[in-house]
């Protein structure tokens, strides 16, 4: 087995090219002198053709007169072709490839052109028929000897897979550059990260000791306690949310009548369920009046709902009405705000307090770019194992088309191996 390294990969293409290069350069050479030689033609009758037609005394018939100006024309539009079209100096697969592109679209457009001026020439007295049939003679040659070019390109499979390799070795340099450029972008993230959470320790270890105040530790407390009353109360309307929606449209269409103060209600338990919560008195009389109201509709089916929903409504209304469980949770709200208030007031160095929130703040404010540089660093990685696994793939592929044109197994080295490590 051949091993060789990735950057000198096109010295052994290059070897490998000259090597298959050597037996076909008299052909190719034989090939080129036909096309050139049948555009010299072309460009010769073409340029001759133009001479005449502005030598020509200026036509008093309509008819000459455009017979004139379409070969004029066409000889135009074919010299501008033949000076577009270059004959490569260096043969290689590519050049001969790119020459028979452009002969194929010279020829189209000739012939097009062909098809639309020499109608019109020959109008007038057959003009010009003796350079028209040489430069028919010419096309047809040269279409030929393009043919001839296409076949002898198709028989040299061995030159389409050296260029077709040459094509994957360019992806593969792409690749590299793609990869190295996400991989410093990947360490600038790890960097980054590092001084944020040294950033964020350093704050917890601040706030921890501003926590040590008895008073400050009695209102985290508190406020986890009011947190879990708000959970409890949101799970306790939830099942309420859809048919509250269906309910306040028929208030709003008319097709049922409410107070003005249990309206605003309606919108409040809807839209800010918990501000509901903290505004009615605490026996929720709008509440129930309006649970009762919707036990009702539903009853004497004026408000539709799915079984499933109903049912909870049912169990969710009966919570409320019969358990009274929205009543004992208020109690217990106010309770803990009155102490929270108490604890509160207690404290006089309200500097202590800003400072406190300032670096919860900033702990949160730093935890979101924390979660932001994390999500981008996975996609990073992601999108890294495309990539190297894109460049594996190429690899295997040119090793095993140079394995077949040199007969010997090859191993490309040197490729990535450096920069493999922990994702």
């Known amino acids: 087995m051949q091993e060789v390294e990735f950057n000198k990969i096109n010295n052994l293409i290059q070897e490998v090219t000259e090597n298959l290069m050597k037996p076909i350069e008299k052909e190719s050479e034989k090939l080129l002198k036909k096309v050139d030689k049948t555009l010299e033609g072309i460009q010769e009758i073409s340029e001759k053709l133009l001479d005449d037609v502005k030598k020509h005394e200026k036509p008093d018939e309509k008819v000459l007169d455009t017979s004139l100006k379409s070969a004029e024309r066409l000889s135009e539009i074919y010299l501008e072709k033949v000076h577009e079209l270059t004959i490569p100096s260096d043969i290689s697969f590519t050049s001969l490839i790119e020459l028979d592109n452009n002969l194929e679209d010279l020829i189209k457009t000739m012939l097009s052109s062909g098809r639309k001026y020499i109608p019109r020439i020959s109008k007038s007295r057959r003009l010009y028929k003796a350079e028209i049939v040489t430069i028919d003679y010419y096309l047809k040659d040269l279409n030929k000897t393009r043919k001839e070019l296409e076949s002898f390109l198709k028989e040299k499979k061995e030159l389409r897979d050296i260029d077709e390799i040459q094509g994957d070795i360019n992806e593969i340099e792409s690749m590299v550059r793609k990869n190295d450029e996400l991989e410093e972008r990947k360490e600038k993230i790890l960097q980054i990260l590092k001084e944020l959470k040294s950033e964020k320790a350093s704050h917890v270890e601040e706030l921890s000791d501003l926590k040590s105040e008895d008073l400050i530790i009695q209102i985290d407390e508190i406020d986890k306690e009011i947190d879990s009353i708000k959970s409890n109360y949101i799970r306790l309307l939830r099942p309420l949310e859809k048919p509250l929606i269906k309910f306040q449209k028929l208030v709003h269409d008319g097709e049922y009548s409410l107070g003005k103060e249990e309206i605003e209600f309606l919108k409040m338990y809807i839209d800010e369920p918990f501000e509901g919560f903290t505004k009615e008195r605490k026996d929720y009389p709008s509440l129930k009046r309006i649970l009762n109201a919707v ?15 109903e049912k909870k409504l049912v169990n969710a209304s009966d919570a409320i009405l019969k358990k009274d469980k929205i009543s004992s949770l208020r109690t217990e709200y106010d309770q803990l705000l009155e102490k929270r208030i108490e604890a509160s007031n207690q404290i006089k160095e309200e500097g202590l307090k800003t400072q406190q929130k300032s670096i919860t703040r900033e702990i949160k404010n730093l935890d979101k770019k924390i979660k932001e540089l994390n999500n981008e660093g996975k996609e990073i990685s992601k999108e890294i194992r495309v990539v190297r696994d894109k460049i594996d ?18 191993e490309i080295t040197g490729l990535l191996e450096e920069k493999r490590g922990p994702e």
Do not use: C, P, T, Y
Request: glycine share 10%.
């Open 295 to 309: 036990k009702e509709l539903v009853e004497a089916g004026h408000l539709k709902l799915k079984k499933r929903m």
């Open 393 to 410: 793939d190429l690899k295997k592929k040119i090793e095993k088309s140079l394995s077949g044109l040199i007969g010997e197994d090859i």
